[in-house]
């Protein structure tokens, strides 16, 4: 099992940058795929990014592509997400998502695909 905290949101202005972080803790960290997902209000969990449990594989939505960047350090327990170039649209509660991976190459996309769950952290931007 393993418990996710994300930090790193916050309220910026169109075009700034931020950096979200994912803690885990427990054991055999390595043993996941990643994922980050986003929940605007009034509207369904989207998903954001993945990447493999070894880091080498990664994708992101097109709507963000060119901006945000996903990557993990397994020696740190930890995935992070690069959002540069933010945009207002981008505001929602980011959270990060854990699930036991099938294969090292291997991608989740789907909310259902994952198990475990942080509690979510706000990023706001202004026009």
């Known amino acids: 099992q393993v418990q996710l905290v994300e930090s790193g949101g916050g309220l910026v202005q169109g075009g700034d940058s931020l950096r979200l972080s994912c803690a885990a803790s427990?054991?055999?960290?390595?043993?996941?795929?990643m994922g980050w997902f986003r929940q605007a209000p009034g509207r369904e969990r989207e998903f954001v990014a993945a990447?493999?449990?070894?880091?080498?594989?990664?994708y992101v939505i097109n709507s963000v592509k060119g901006r945000f960047a996903i990557s993990r350090d397994n020696a740190k327990n930890s995935m992070y997400l690069q959002m540069n170039s933010l945009k207002p649209e981008d505001t929602a509660v980011y959270y990060c998502?854990?699930?036991?991976?099938?294969?090292?190459?291997?991608?989740?996309?789907?909310?259902?695909?994952?198990?475990?769950w942080g509690q979510g952290t706000q990023v706001t931007v202004s026009s």
């Open positions: 998502a854990a699930t036991v991976a099938g294969g090292s190459s291997d991608l989740y996309p789907l909310r259902s695909q994952y198990a475990y």
């Open positions: 427990g054991s055999f960290f390595s043993t996941y795929a």
């Open positions: 990447v493999s449990r070894s880091g080498s594989i990664t």
